[in-house]
């Protein structure tokens, strides 16, 4: 953590820091010097990291100071030749000029080429600089895998064991000396000039670890029942606090405790590193526990956070502290052989216990998840595990796993390194999902729909008020991604060291002129993996959380959120080939060596792929659009990017490609007005009323309650057909899809209506039977 808070402080603020420019001579002396000096050093076998780590902060501590020399002397030339300029060109020989001009354009002229030198002298300091820190990282990249690859005597080997008794002389002599420092340190602690401040300390420290999180814990909880508002920002804001109080109160009471001890400087020298070590282990493992209680909540479920079965927070009960106390213990077991100068066999022992610690501690928390299986109560089955956390579960086992095996092969460096970085992994992973969970829901309860308060003093309408809280929310879980990009490595000492290194060892495929190396393809497909869940990311976040708060219909929410993800994987695709290594020209000759095949086989998928961008840009029909094609005619359920879903009314769907929409005749029932007309004709009689029959067509319309009263219904005579008189009623509905149904009804109101009135539905027939006239018989 330190290293990362000082590369992270001299890369932000290294040129505030050098904001005045130093003296050019002077450091362009210096920075020669020093430079060669590095060099030299770099030069010689064995550099420690600690050193390297020196030399890299000092050539970036030369960058800096060279890009400030610059930023201050550039304005200064360009000033100069600003004022030579207004002088204008020198005049031709033979030509007099004012001397006092000649003489100022000759100073500044001196000035401004002083000047230009140092821009150039600083350029190349910045420039050796940033060779001289890639020198400094091609040296710690050899460390780096020196380490992971050195291999020790297995544990299992009496050679292990022997190499440890061999030394326990000389550095159980060194424990002894660091023991015999301690109680002398704690006796002159209890001294008559400091024992007063002793014991304060002593019991300040005690009351803050034993009571000090107990009453803070329950004030808390009372603070935030009755002050927080209630919802989800209770639960968040209580953990949130639950890790404080257990940081703070056990930190600063061991911290209460030394320096109470070391009031008079009783402690110094490995005395005073191995207690400053102590609280920092103290502070570490209390913020892991701290975590472990917050989120796990074993006590209170109702207040838990995650969504976890309360049968696996019970049975995860003790691993809190079992985890925090792994934590502090590591931290110690590093920094004792350091404190107490102990040889390399018992730094050896010393890793080798810290990572069969965090090993058993990993398989013990893993297999207690395991214990609780998935079941069926109430009759309902239990939801399904995601799979990203069944993903990390069978992560966390292979690591644990790997931790042993390297741990008892002999591989000590790897061991530790994998136990470092998965209680890390562990850390961030919880630290930051505590620090979402209470900023969106600060976002939510601070500014939404529901804050009077922000309605009054912003003056902004609910709907704006909860697209800005899902705005600052997704800004937020932006920054945390990557900031838990940049963090997650930290154990590691060159993290894409590597995969570079395998690159090496691997070497490289040749396709022409283009060369693929490992290191080349296993980045593109993490970019590609990382941009591609970036992108599902976004387009649930805007079709679930911000367009919900807009005014969009739900088809223009579908458009945008797909149009979107096309254009993301798009994008996401481009940057894969660009860090495989293919510039613009390469994807260039790629897509023409791909042309003859999209020519050929793909035209119909491409075509297809065309027009779906079409009707997502100019939106002919859209999602819930009512359409008809040909015989086809139903809902637009989904377009996709070859085809569009059409829902027909027996709920059967059909498939039509993208293009038919295109380039046929499509009518769009809803595109202008979502708004249905029923419309049916009825022949009556010629000798029927018609202003009768046209009063109870319009009374059955308007009593019934589908029917709008505007646009409004009317009743018309279409004319007289083969002796009836046809008349056409039209009415308008919510929807054209409720056509049948209404029309449907009506006509059997109207059918009902003219039978109780007496109106005759069709034109009576009068049969009259003649009889047949006789013959008379031909004789």
């Known amino acids: 953590m330190i290293r990362l808070f000082t590369f992270l402080f001299l890369a932000s603020f290294g040129a505030s820091c050098f904001a005045q420019a130093p003296d050019a001579a002077k450091f362009f002396d210096d920075a020669r010097q020093q430079t060669a000096d590095i060099r030299k050093q770099l030069n010689a076998d064995d550099v420690e990291d600690a050193k390297l780590l020196e030399f890299r902060d000092a050539a970036s501590s030369l960058g800096a100071q060279s890009e400030a020399l610059i930023a201050d002397r550039t304005p200064k030339l360009a000033a100069l030749q600003a004022r030579l300029a207004e002088l204008g060109p020198e ?34 300091a910045a420039l050796d600089s940033q060779q001289l820190a890639g020198e400094v990282a091609d040296a710690r990249r050899t460390n780096f895998q020196a380490r992971l690859s050195q291999r020790t005597a297995s544990p299992l080997t009496p050679t292990f064991w022997s190499d440890i008794v061999g030394a326990l002389a000389r550095d159980g002599a060194r424990l002894g000396a660091l023991r015999d420092g301690l109680r002398a340190a704690l006796a002159d602690s209890f001294a008559a000039d400091n024992r007063l401040y002793a014991f304060a300390g002593l019991m300040c420290g005690v009351l803050l670890i034993v009571l000090g999180r107990w009453w803070a814990v329950r004030a808390l909880m009372r603070l935030t029942a009755d002050r927080v508002p209630q919802g989800r920002l209770r639960r968040s804001a209580f953990a949130f606090a639950i890790v404080l109080a ?36 103290v502070f570490l493992g209390s913020f892991v526990a701290g975590l472990g209680y917050g989120l796990l909540s074993p006590a209170r479920p109702s207040w838990r956070l995650p969504s976890i079965p309360d049968a ?15 934590a502090a213990a590591s931290l110690l077991l590093n920094r004792l052989p350091v404190v107490a100068g102990s040889s390399l066999s018992v730094t050896i022992a010393a890793s080798f216990l810290a990572s069969i610690l965090h090993g058993v501690l990993f398989v013990w928390a893993l297999a207690r998840c395991g214990v609780v299986r998935p079941r069926e109560q109430d009759d309902e089955p239990a939801e399904p595990r995601p799979v990203w956390l069944g993903v990390g579960l069978a992560v966390y086992w292979l690591g644990a796993f790997l931790i042993l095996a390297s741990s008892l092969l002999g591989f000590v460096a790897l061991a530790n390194l994998l136990a470092r970085q998965m209680m890390w992994l562990l850390i961030v992973v919880s630290a930051l999902y505590l ?24 003056g902004l309408e609910p709907r704006t008020l909860d697209q800005f809280s899902v705005l600052l929310s997704g800004a937020f879980r ?21 995969i570079q290194r395998g690159s090496r060892l691997g070497g490289s495929l040749k396709l022409g002129q283009m060369e693929i190396a490992p290191s080349a393809v296993l980045g593109a497909m993490l970019v590609f993996a990382i941009g591609w869940f970036a ?124 293009s038919e929409l295109i380039t046929k005749s499509v009518r769009n029932v809803t595109l202008a007005n979502a708004e249905g007309r029923v419309q049916f004709r009825l022949p009556l009689p010629l000798d029927t009323d018609a202003q009768r029959v046209r009063d109870i067509l319009f009374t059955a319309i308007r009593a019934h309650p589908g029917v709008y009263e505007k646009p409004a219904p009317s009743v018309l005579i279409e004319g007289i057909q083969n002796g009836a008189i046809v008349f056409v009623a039209t009415a308008y509905i919510a929807s054209p899809r409720q056509s049948g149904s209404v029309r ?36």
């Open 91 to 124: 005049p031709a020989k033979g030509t007099s000029e004012a001397a006092d001009i000649a003489a100022q354009r000759t100073d500044l002229t001196k000035q401004a080429a002083a000047l230009d030198a140092e821009i150039k002298r600083a350029k190349l």
């Open 246 to 281: 257990t940081t703070l109160f056990a930190g600063f009471g061991v911290q209460a405790m030394v320096l109470g001890f070391d009031w008079h400087g009783a402690f110094s020298g490995a005395e005073k590193a191995f207690a400053n070590a102590v609280v920092g282990a």
């Open 312 to 326: 696996i927070a019970e049975r995860l009960r003790l691993a809190p502290a079992l985890f925090g106390i792994a």
């Open 435 to 458: 620090l979402v969970r209470l900023v969106e829901d600060l976002f939510a309860t601070a500014l939404s729909s529901r804050a009077s308060w922000a309605q009054r003093t912003l």
């Open 478 to 498: 932006v920054v945390v991604f990557l900031f838990a990009l940049l963090i997650a490595f930290v154990p590691f000492t060159e993290p894409t060291d590597l």
């Open 535 to 658: 992108v599902r990311t976004l387009q649930r976040w805007l079709g679930e959380r911000l367009l919900p708060t807009t005014r969009m219909e739900p088809g223009m929410r579908n458009s945008v959120t797909t149009l979107l993800g096309y254009v993301g994987v798009f994008v996401v695709f481009a940057f894969s080939l660009s860090a495989l290594g293919l510039s613009l020209e390469r994807i260039a000759w790629v897509a023409s060596a791909l042309s003859v095949g999209i020519g050929f086989g793909l035209q119909a998928i491409v075509q297809n792929f065309v027009s779906g961008l079409i009707l997502l840009a100019e939106r002919p029909v859209k999602v819930g659009d009512l359409v008809v094609l040909g015989d086809t005619e139903g809902d637009i359920r989904r377009i996709n990017v070859r085809a569009t879903e059409i829902q027909l009314a027996d709920r059967s769907t059909v498939i039509v490609p993208n």
């Open 744 to 779: 449907s009804d009506l006509l059997f109101d109207v059918l009902a209506r003219l039978r109780t009135d007496g109106v005759a539905l069709s034109t009576p027939y009068d049969v009259k039977l003649r009889p047949v006239p006789e013959t008379t018989p031909m004789g």
